[in-house]
T-cell receptor
Framework: GESVGLHLPTLSVQEGDNSIINCAYS??????FIWYKQESGKGPQFIIDIRSNMDKRQGQRVTVLLNKTVKHLSLQIAATQPGDSAVYFC????????????FGAGTRLTVKP | GAVVSQHPSRVICKSGTSVKIECRSLDFQATTMFWYRQFPKQSLMLMATSNEGSKATYEQGVEKDKFLINHASLTLSTLTVTSAHPEDSSFYIC????????????FGQGTRLTVV
């Protein structure tokens, strides 16, 4: 079935290094994607979004890249900090005829001091 | 960003009772609200999508008579877990979106339900 998935379930990086979290999606009709950060026991927090008419979008310390050819999404975090430790999810909005938002499996990012 | 308030944050109930979870958009009108369920160390599973004033659209495998969703106003949606059983214990999260489909959805803080 259609799904959004992640290549890496866990990621451990050193403080100050850059982090890259990946996500694969299978629905070619999906046209809007969001990255969320979730800390333990809390609801997801918006990080950054991207529409399918773009291939790159930058925020503060974060960059999202979208490759529609291979249906791949990535989140890059620059100069990773201990406060970035959390689970990161990509979410997929599946196109005009589907008013829903589905989540990938999630990647746990651990930042070592 | 916009604020979505979910209440209660934690609830413990006895098997066979019903529990109502509220999701409110505090500073915007939520034309669409989503309800998710999350098991430990797993992703958010979409349960249903509700639009204000109409019946919720449930995902395959989600019992609509078990998980009653009401989206009676543009700022409030409720999820009622009826005749709860221990297997219903989970983290339930709502999110709300204003207007356009391809816009950010804001999340509540979640409700930890424990059925004993």
């Amino acid at each position: 079935g259609e799904s959004v998935g992640l290549h890496l379930p866990t990621l451990s990086v050193q403080e100050g290094d850059n982090s890259i979290i990946n996500c694969a999606y299978s629905n070619s009709a999906s046209d809007y994607f969001i990255w969320y950060k979730q800390e333990s026991g809390k609801g997801p927090q918006f990080i950054i979004d991207i529409r399918s008419n773009m291939d790159k979008r930058q925020g503060q310390r974060v960059t999202v890249l979208l490759n529609k050819t291979v249906k791949h999404l990535s989140l890059q975090i620059a100069a990773t900090q201990p406060g970035d430790s959390a689970v990161y999810f990509c979410a997929e909005d599946r196109g005009y005829n589907n008013n829903d938002m589905r989540f990938g499996a999630g990647t746990r990012l651990t930042v070592k001091p | 960003g916009a604020v979505v308030s979910q209440h209660p944050s934690r609830v413990i109930c006895k098997s066979g009772t019903s529990v109502k979870i509220e999701c409110r958009s505090l500073d915007f009108q939520a034309t669409t609200m989503f309800w998710y369920r999350q098991f430990p160390k797993q992703s958010l599973m979409l349960m249903a999508t509700s639009n204000e004033g109409s019946k919720a659209t449930y995902e395959q495998g989600v019992e609509k008579d078990k998980f009653l969703i009401n989206h009676a106003s543009l700022t409030l949606s409720t999820l009622t877990v009826t005749s709860a059983h221990p297997e219903d214990s989970s983290f339930y999260i709502c999110s709300a979106r204003e207007g356009r489909r391809d816009t950010e959805a804001f999340f509540g803080q979640g409700t930890r339900l424990t059925v004993v």
